[in-house]
DNA sequence: ATGAAAGCGCTAACAG
DNA sequence: CTGTTAGCGCTTTCAT
């Protein structure tokens, strides 16, 4: 079965194959009535016209190209499948197909996708932290980019990120609501910007009430490569100090779900005697025992902003970069209320 | 800056565009000495030819759409990307650019894909269980398609799946090895190839060693769309029976965690009172409490060894469905061994 | 071994 | 308002 082509449309609607270009891209010039024979035969034929041609002439791919790091971790990558569905959802409104591809993990050897060399994408989406050399490669290729989830030194690029001081203030602000005082942070500072606004939050958290804590309290060695084994380190320091907190604040999940291993490990109960807020809410949250207290950051919506905001990028347009609101917490079993009922 | 044609690349080298088209496409009819003049300026201008004119004349479109459900839970979100995975690095060596899309959620109204009505993919690649008048029309429109780690009631149509009787057997073993010989079993059975394989598994493990167990023991009712509730239910009857079990196997990873979360809300130490084993070895499986010894489904070779069938199915070739090895049993810390050390 | 030319299916001047 | 026509950048037949 030959596929149809617009000359196939014109012809059976006795136009020209322009009109039924015209039509076909709901372009001005065309009577109402050819325009409704036209669309009838479109419809009765199940015509499409043909996407290859199109890209030939329009000099556009249609493709939106996704890149996520390699060898990420599970959970990343599990964060990175609810963005890619918030992607899914804008993309089919703009018409441009989602296109799935890789880079090697950090440090090793770069190199760009074909489908990045090759020019065939009109725009790349980053998922998290990426260097500013590839952001700055795409630029020079002429490819609009967004990075999603990254925490940017500058505003040289687009991105889209999570309020993540307003989720440390927030998840602070939790545990002291809950009367507790005497609160203990673990947190990675690898990425300058991150630390920098989940310390502030917590701080400010504090601040306000006129709490202060002793700086052993604050362990900065998590890190993401070692995620288990680091958190529970830091855990381990925090208990090794004279006086124990009566609850910490873990800048991510799975801070929280190592912390909370290394707590009942020393024979602590959760949230008896020490209680745990995390950020992020991942999956995993809801399964670990306790069930963990966090704040959920809404990565389907990051993912459909950042896919407006590359579809403006596209079509020249300025875009402002946005920081989704953080203050969603959600309450489940690692946090005792310290206060009298 | 203009982009660099086929035709640039021939009057730099002196030659016909003809001449440029067969060396890129490694062509015969071509003196090897303009052959290495027209690569070398390839290199040097790092030239590549453009898809979208490819595309046209040959017809194709050098996309592969992979299609997930929509509304997927979580976890198998966390599969699909450990597909995707292997697909994408089998892709690349195809040349294939890997569209990520969905449809809708069982039962929804259902609709394909922008990208399958255009025609603007070689192949398709689904996920998980399809129904078969979806797999048909996509055959009626004469795409090549694959399903992934369905279970499908013909051979209609090409699949990679997983040999779950393999992995039941190979998991109820791991049991009766450890002395277990009171073993109850819950499972799903809304996909009746799905249920055949994972009973016959189990039977075959009982059977072997002339184990005879209770009816009550064995539950069915768990379900996916309501995983955690369905496989704490079947537990809560299970424990509700006058002889209690030793041991547990649950057909799938999910059903185990919720089945032990049961075990211990009813006062049942695990591993000391009831062991459990699973299957798939979803990221979960480690952070549960104990640590659940399961099977491990390997999905990313599923991946890479659907992108080869389809590939085949693409240009032609006839393919051979495939069922991958399932017995890689990992332990943890859910089974306890009753035998004398 | 190489080149000229046609054409894939569409869009967009331009002319009528 | 509608039609003619010239490409987009490649592949491929057919001459040479």
Redesign the pocket.
């Known amino acids: 079965m ?6 196939d449309i ?1 012809r059976m609607a ?9 039509v ?2 709901n ?9 409704k024979k036209v669309i009838e035969i479109i419809k009765e034929t199940n ?4 996407l ?3 890209r ?4 556009k791919s249609f493709n939106i190209s996704i890149v996520v790091r390699k060898g990420a971790s599970p959970f990343n990558n599990l964060f990175y499948f609810e963005i890619a569905q918030g992607l899914l959802e804008k993309s089919k409104e703009y018409g441009y197909n989602i296109v799935f591809t890789d880079i090697p993990a950090l440090g090793d050897k770069f190199e760009f996708p074909e489908i990045i060399k090759q020019k065939d994408t009109d725009g790349v989406i980053f998922f998290q932290d990426t260097e500013s050399y590839i952001l700055n490669e795409i630029e020079n290729l002429g490819i609009p980019c967004v990075v999603i989830d990254a925490h940017p030194d500058n505003d040289a690029y687009s991105y889209v990120m999570a309020d993540y001081e307003k989720a440390a203030y927030t998840a602070t602000m939790h545990l002291i609501e809950n009367g507790h005082t005497d609160i203990a942070f673990i947190t990675s500072c690898t990425s300058p910007n991150f630390y920098t606004q989940v310390f502030s939050g917590f701080k400010k958290a504090l601040d306000g009430k006129g709490i202060s804590i002793p700086s052993s309290w604050i362990q900065i060695d998590a890190n993401d490569e070692r995620n288990e084994e680091s958190a529970y380190e830091c855990m381990e320091r925090i208990l090794s100090t004279k006086n124990k907190p009566t609850a910490v604040f873990c800048a991510v999940d799975m801070y929280a779900a190592s912390a909370i291993k290394c707590a009942k490990a020393h024979g602590y109960r959760v949230p008896e005697d020490i209680s745990f807020v995390g950020i992020d809410d991942i999956i995993l949250s809801r399964y670990i025992e306790p069930a963990l207290t966090t704040i959920r950051i809404d990565k389907k919506l990051m993912g459909s902003l950042a896919m407006e905001m590359i579809i403006k990028k596209i079509d020249g347009q300025h875009v402002e970069n946005v920081i989704v609101a953080s203050d969603n917490l959600i309450v489940r079993d690692s946090v005792r209320n310290l206060r009298p009922e």
């Open positions: 030959e596929r149809l082509t617009i000359k014109a006795g136009v020209s194959p322009t009109v039924v270009s015209f076909i891209n372009k001005p010039g065309v009577s109402s009535s050819t325009r015509f499409r016209p043909s290859s041609s199109r030939l002439i329009l000099k």
